[in-house]
């Protein structure tokens, strides 16, 4: 009989962050909801959860995150391995936003922390977040509910939305792509350049590539089932290849990145070709992209 060999995650990690975090507390949240209520509730029995998802190990949880205690204790594990701090990573992809968006997708939004913050940065947009665990959504909106944020929290599977054509301004994705496979990750960028108008913008918050492939240790601490594949990517190529221009990825505190692509609007007549020439990765400049006359901007072009 072969023996399960621990984890790094179990060995190290976890009786470090063990130490730092409040169980108890966590204890008494948990047991203050109704998780088969609510995530029933939020349940979509159209949605078909993948294989990869449900039969895999994240962060160091068994079971992944489809059940509650996955949704539970996301969030205390994850301020400690986004150095130097969860916030400040996330207000990366806030930062990196260029566009004015009325309608915004969170895919793989889990407990909401990003979706929260693009609520609070964008109040006068639709915003909607979208995951596969109903358990995660829930926690997500509790969170929402505390922020007193007017979110729409939706489950769905990211490669497949069912939302129409050309329906959002904005999609985003925090540490969604190290988790999926890579026929995945492209599948859902080509969901993304759909859903999207001309001269939106995607933008993709994850682990950075040139680090997680230069220091391979690191993907043996984070033991994410599909790191590796994650690392020997491409994600900038993968843009390009969904259709995106204006593909830029910059670094995040040297272990993540955001990665930024706008759908292109497309030539209509001379005056607009010469301004969508201007949608190439070696001139377009992200502050100018109010001249564009792109429906996200409220620009009638």
Not at 88 to 98: E, H, P, S, W, Y
Not at 152 to 159: C, K, L, Q, S, Y
Not at 247 to 265: E, H, L, M, R
Request: glycine residues 6%; negative net charge; contains cysteine.
């Amino acid at each position: 009989m072969v023996i399960r060999q621990k984890t790094i995650w179990e060995n190290f990690l976890s009786p470090v962050v063990r130490f730092f975090i409040d169980e108890e507390k966590l204890q008494r949240y948990a047991d203050s909801i109704d998780w088969k209520k609510e995530s029933d509730r939020l349940w979509r029995n159209d949605v078909i959860i993948p294989d990869y998802y449900s039969s895999r190990n994240f962060h160091g949880i068994e079971g992944g995150y489809l059940n509650f205690g996955a949704a539970v204790s996301y969030d205390p594990i994850t301020q400690y391995v986004l150095p130097p701090n969860e916030t400040v990573v996330r207000q990366a992809l806030i930062d990196a936003v260029k566009v004015k968006p009325r309608r915004i997708l969170d895919l793989g939004c889990g407990t909401g922390s990003t979706t929260l913050m693009l609520k609070q940065a964008f109040p006068q947009a639709e915003v909607i977040g979208l995951d596969l665990s109903p358990y995660m959504l829930v926690r997500a909106a509790d969170k929402a509910r505390t922020a007193n944020l007017d979110i729409i929290w939706r489950h769905g599977n990211a490669e497949k939305t069912s939302y129409q054509d050309t329906c959002f301004d904005l999609v985003t994705a925090s540490l969604l792509f190290h988790e999926t496979p890579t026929v995945v990750s492209q599948t859902i960028l080509r969901e993304s350049f759909r859903l999207l108008v001309a001269g939106g913008q995607v933008l993709i918050l994850d682990g950075n590539q040139n680090t997680l492939r230069s220091l391979d240790w690191l993907n043996n601490v984070f033991e994410e089932p599909y790191i590796r594949d994650y690392a020997a990517g491409n994600l900038d190529a993968n843009m390009g290849a969904a259709g995106f221009e204006a593909v830029q990825t910059q670094d995040v505190w040297w272990i993540n990145q955001v990665t930024s692509g706008i759908k292109p609007i497309p030539v209509t007549n001379t005056a607009t070709q010469k301004q969508v020439r201007q949608y190439t990765p070696t001139s377009i400049d992200n502050n100018d992209l109010e001249d564009l006359g792109s429906p996200v901007f409220g620009i009638k072009a």
